[in-house]
């Protein structure tokens, strides 16, 4: 493990965390919490997207677990798993409003114009994005061996 100059992780990883059991859920609705960044270049008119170890020929935003021991404040977790999973560093410009996913057969479909209610949709998964603007992309990085990452 190295020092890194963000002060938003003091230490990178030279490999990923796997598993779940480190995993942190919403206490209130049963989601599990997820963190990421929106990478955007120096013009801020292109961002970094990886390609999805999930679904092979999809490009998504970085993102992963918030795991137990990385505190409540999530930026440490999306500043990680943006670490892991695409190899970039920068600066926190802001956190994004939260994002719930309710896709999924036992989550209700919400309607078009309906107002997100945690008693009314059980969310699967609940997104903490934050926008970060990229200062260094390092050409090997945890996952780099499993991923492609490219401006778009």
Known sequence: MSQSTNPNM???AAEARVGRENQRYNP????????GCICLEQSKEKCIMISSSAHKGQWVFPKGGIELDEGDDFVISAVRETWEEAGCEGRILKKLPIVYDTRG???????????????KVIPKLEFHFYEMLVEQL???????????????
């Open 10 to 12: 003091p230490v990178k």
């Open 105 to 119: 057969a036992k989550a209700p479909v919400l309607k078009q114009g309906e107002d997100f209610d945690p008693h």
């Open 28 to 35: 209130e609705n049963g989601a599990r919490m997820i963190a």
């Open 138 to 152: 390092s050409p090997e990085w945890p996952e780099s061996s499993k991923r492609e990452r490219k401006e778009g």
